[in-house]
């Protein structure tokens, strides 16, 4: 769904997507679409909604990565000018687009896109088409996600908030003991310098913990 790919290239990718899953769901299917045509267009809509909400989990998944880069520029006082939204077509801050772009690019060199495959066949089993949609499990699917994604996203971000509220109450107390030194600006590059060494140091887990989260969050709903 986003914004960077054009159009026809996400409907080839359905269209693709689509007929490679067909000859494993043929015989859940065909059943159903073989009979009575005047149910179809119902069912049609109901498994374009369960699509949707497959989709809308990763997207959430991925922008939680997107806050918790946003929140950490905020952190360290990173100020740069912006870069291009690795997920949409707009700006964001360069920090989080390094973030999002790597955490997205070992995903999928993991293969991680396989699992959303997988439960993609697998949604035919655990909500079969006879039953139709539930609104209440789809919402508390979409819930449950938002609850795993912010607590994944709060241990990747917690240290570099732990970081700037320390420094942020050490330069205050610093400018009350000498008020007539404009103490916020000249602790500003010191605050960036402590935080992309932390960056430095930390990156390498944050992004595996970030990778280590998605299937539990994608398969565990």
Do not use: C
């Not at 000859?23 to 159903?32: C, E, G, L, Q």
């Not at 912006?82 to 060199?109: A, I, K, N, R, W």
């Not at 971000?157 to 103490?183: C, D, E, R, T």
Request: avoid cysteine; aromatic fraction near 10%.
């Amino acid at each position: 769904s986003s914004a960077r790919l054009p159009m026809e290239v996400r409907l080839f990718l359905s269209v693709a997507l689509s007929m490679a899953v067909l000859p494993m769901v043929w015989d859940t299917i065909y059943p159903r679409v073989s009979g009575d045509a005047a149910g179809l267009g119902l069912l049609i809509a109901s498994e374009t909604l369960v699509g949707a909400v497959f989709g809308l989990i990763a997207r959430l998944y991925a922008s939680g990565l997107q806050f918790a880069g946003a929140a950490i520029a905020m952190s360290i006082s990173f100020s740069g000018p912006p870069g291009s939204d690795v997920l949409e077509d707009s700006s964001e801050s360069q920090l989080t687009s390094l973030l999002t772009l790597s955490g997205l690019l070992v995903l999928f060199m993991l293969n991680f896109h396989h699992i959303v495959i997988r439960s993609l066949v697998d949604s035919y089993t655990t909500i079969p088409l006879a039953e139709g949609l539930n609104p209440r499990r789809i919402l508390i699917t979409l819930t449950d996600t938002l609850s795993a994604t912010f607590m994944i996203v709060l241990r990747l971000m917690s240290p570099f908030l732990v970081y700037g509220i320390m420094f942020n109450v050490a330069v205050g107390m610093i400018n009350k003991m000498a008020p007539q030194i404009p103490v916020y600006f000249i602790s500003t590059p010191y605050a960036l310098m402590g935080g992309i060494f932390l960056l430095y140091l930390g990156i390498a887990s944050m992004i595996e913990e970030f990778v280590r989260g998605f299937p539990l969050v994608f398969t565990g709903l």
